[in-house]
């Protein structure tokens, strides 16, 4: 039984408690482009991100590129990283490809650019609950030594998305779990295969904080406490308060 | 789209207009309009009204039903953000399949090939 919730005034599923621990777990140890200090000082700065000044200026923006000036940040990360976690934090519908291209000669690779994106994920997705329940967000992990694993997947390739990724007859022996069997890979999920840990890590909360894969289409029975209607009611809501057409 | 797939599996016809806050309805969803109000309280910035939804909610559907809710919000929260950090486009059977609703509803213009 996890104990991850174990002060929370309401009960969380311990499936839930338990996928959002691992989650806490991963974000701590070395990932494959960042190490665990700089992965837990992106989950710091996602937090960070909704009371800086800058961000604020550019949401009341009519175009966030109109506003110059320095993100207030943590002073832990590269300017070009704090950009890219407050920018996913705060404004994520006005996100353009022109803005990711100039991310990159900035002087970050694609692939840790993925990483810091899966990572501003899972915080949200993990405060966000908590806002809602009303619940306290959990103290961020302790950093794990180590360094990263650099392990960039042979079959990455540009395809729809801005970022490369992998399609799953690219998929080498390593990565053949990556997607589920017996149905095409969603895009959601090839979006991060440029760095396949966090397809992994990320959908293992998609599976318990919404419902596994083969759940979300299974409409003959419930699986939450709530009904399919209801769950996709809300999603749709958010998303299109978030301006995401996806 | 799967809300609307749930429909069609359960021969009803959800209002998807009250998805964009088009309508103030429930959508045609059992307690749709305290689900849609709590959604749009926990994306907000106003506790008061936080603490409202999250306590009318709660009380229609129990505490596990609100644990399950917001644990929806918070994971669409974050999905949202991968898709348009990343540039992913609609699938082409998804967008094959949902361009009626979509133009109905107006939310082509959250298409992240369509920004500058």
Same mark, same amino acid.
């Given at each position: 039984?996890?104990? &991850?919730?174990?002060?929370?005034?309401?009960?969380?599923?311990?499936?839930?408690?338990?996928?959002?621990?691992?989650?806490?777990?991963?974000?701590?140890?070395?990932?494959?482009?960042?190490?665990?200090?700089?992965?837990?000082?992106?989950?710091?700065?996602?937090?960070?991100?909704?009371? $800086?000044? #800058? $961000?604020?200026?550019?949401?009341?923006? #009519?175009?966030?590129?109109?506003?110059?000036?320095?993100?207030?940040?943590?002073?832990?990360?590269?300017?070009?990283?704090?950009?890219?976690?407050?920018?996913?934090?705060?404004?994520?519908?006005?996100?353009?490809?022109?803005? &990711?291209?100039?991310?990159?000669?900035?002087? #970050?690779?694609?692939?840790?650019?993925?990483?810091?994106?899966?990572?501003?994920?899972?915080?949200?997705?993990?405060?966000?609950?908590?806002?809602?329940?009303?619940?306290?967000?959990?103290?961020?992990?302790?950093?794990?030594?180590?360094?990263?694993?650099?392990?960039?997947?042979?079959?990455?390739?540009?395809?729809?998305?801005?970022?490369?990724? #992998?399609?799953?007859?690219?998929?080498?022996?390593?990565?053949?779990?990556?997607?589920?069997?017996?149905?095409?890979?969603?895009?959601?999920?090839?979006?991060?295969?440029?760095?396949?840990?966090?397809?992994?890590?990320? &959908?293992?909360?998609?599976?318990?904080?919404?419902?596994?894969?083969?759940?979300?289409?299974? &409409?003959?029975?419930?699986?939450?406490?709530?009904?399919?209607?209801?769950?996709?009611?809300?999603?749709?809501?958010?998303?299109?308060?978030?301006? $995401?057409?996806? | 789209?799967?809300?609307?797939?749930?429909?069609?599996?359960?021969?009803?016809?959800?209002?998807?207009?009250?998805?964009?806050?088009?309508?103030?309805?429930?959508?045609?969803?059992?307690?749709?309009?305290?689900?849609?109000?709590?959604?749009?309280?926990?994306?907000?910035?106003?506790?008061?009204?936080?603490?409202?939804?999250?306590?009318?909610?709660?009380?229609?559907?129990?505490?596990?039903?609100?644990?399950?809710?917001?644990?929806?919000?918070?994971?669409?929260?974050?999905?949202?953000?991968?898709?348009?950090?990343?540039?992913?486009?609609?699938?082409?059977?998804?967008?094959?399949?949902?361009?009626?609703?979509?133009?109905?509803?107006?939310?082509?213009?959250?298409?992240?090939?369509?920004?500058?």
């Amino acid at each position: 039984m996890s104990e &991850f919730y174990a002060s929370a005034p309401i009960p969380i599923r311990d499936d839930l408690a338990a996928a959002h621990d691992r989650a806490w777990v991963r974000i701590g140890r070395p990932g494959t482009w960042w190490d665990g200090a700089q992965r837990v000082a992106i989950a710091a700065e996602t937090r960070n991100a909704p009371s $800086c000044a #800058l $961000c604020r200026r550019r949401k009341e923006a #009519l175009s966030p590129a109109a506003i110059e000036g320095t993100h207030d940040s943590l002073s832990a990360l590269p300017e070009i990283v704090v950009e890219i976690v407050h920018r996913v934090r705060t404004d994520p519908g006005r996100l353009s490809e022109r803005w &990711f291209r100039g991310i990159i000669p900035a002087g #970050l690779s694609e692939e840790q650019y993925v990483e810091t994106v899966s990572i501003v994920a899972h915080v949200v997705a993990i405060d966000t609950m908590a806002r809602g329940l009303g619940i306290d967000e959990p103290a961020l992990p302790q950093p794990q030594p180590g360094t990263p694993s650099r392990n960039r997947p042979y079959g990455a390739q540009l395809g729809g998305a801005w970022v490369p990724w #992998l399609e799953p007859a690219d998929l080498s022996e390593a990565e053949a779990d990556l997607y589920p069997s017996g149905r095409p890979a969603a895009n959601i999920m090839k979006a991060m295969s440029l760095v396949p840990d966090e397809v992994r890590g990320f &959908f293992d909360v998609v599976s318990y904080q919404y419902q596994p894969p083969l759940a979300m289409r299974d &409409f003959s029975r419930e699986y939450r406490a709530i009904s399919h209607a209801q769950i996709e009611l809300l999603a749709a809501r958010v998303s299109v308060l978030n301006q $995401c057409l996806y | 789209m799967l809300l609307r797939a749930s429909g069609v599996t359960h021969n009803r016809a959800y209002d998807l207009s009250a998805v964009t806050g088009a309508t103030p309805g429930d959508a045609g969803v059992p307690y749709g309009r305290l689900l849609v109000e709590f959604a749009e309280a926990v994306l907000g910035d106003d506790e008061e009204v936080l603490d409202h939804a999250r306590a009318a909610l709660s009380a229609a559907i129990g505490p596990a039903g609100l644990v399950d809710a917001g644990a929806v919000v918070g994971l669409f929260n974050a999905i949202d953000r991968v898709a348009d950090a990343t540039g992913i486009p609609l699938e082409a059977e998804k967008r094959e399949a949902s361009a009626d609703f979509r133009a109905a509803l107006g939310v082509d213009r959250f298409d992240v090939g369509a920004r500058d």
